[in-house]
């Protein structure tokens, strides 16, 4: 496994909106009550199948993430064509709270409406790349 000798670098937040000012103190500098999320934010999982025949190019994914981004941001997606009217879109995104993954969810419904045919949703992704 590589390593390397960090010369600079500290616990802080990576940004504090509400602060003055923001100074590095030195490394393995840590500041008291400060939450800090070094890996980037948290993300939530789920996986979009499509009823309807979408494909790459196709305006459906498009519509898809178009919807998806009312509410949210994409970290991650995996287009998966499948076939068989069984498509499948998963997805990363954040934050956690702004769709529901469940089938017959929040983000099940926003898509059946876009789209203008039934798909499902459910709470986990799989990438394969």
């Known amino acids: 496994m590589a390593q390397f000798t960090r ?7 990576v940004m504090w909106l509400d602060a003055p000012d923001y100074t590095n103190s030195g490394v ?9 999320q070094p890996q980037g934010p948290k ?7 499509f009823t309807g025949a979408a494909t790459p190019s196709g305006s459906d994914v498009q519509t898809a993430f178009q919807t998806v981004q009312q509410l949210a941001t994409i970290h991650i ?26 089938n017959g969810g929040n983000l099940d419904v926003a898509l059946t409406a876009a789209l ?14």
Do not use: H
Request: charged share 15%; no cysteine; proline share 3%.
């Open 77 to 102: 997606y995996e287009f998966t064509e499948v076939g068989d009217n069984s498509d499948t879109l998963a997805l990363a995104i954040y934050p956690v709270e702004a769709w529901d993954f469940t």
């Open 28 to 36: 393995n500098a840590i500041t008291s009550a400060v939450t800090v």
């Open 43 to 49: 993300l939530a999982f789920g996986t979009v199948t």
């Open 116 to 129: 203008g045919y039934a798909v499902t949703t459910a709470p986990s992704a799989t990438f394969t790349n």
């Open 7 to 13: 010369v600079n670098g500290d616990f802080k937040q």
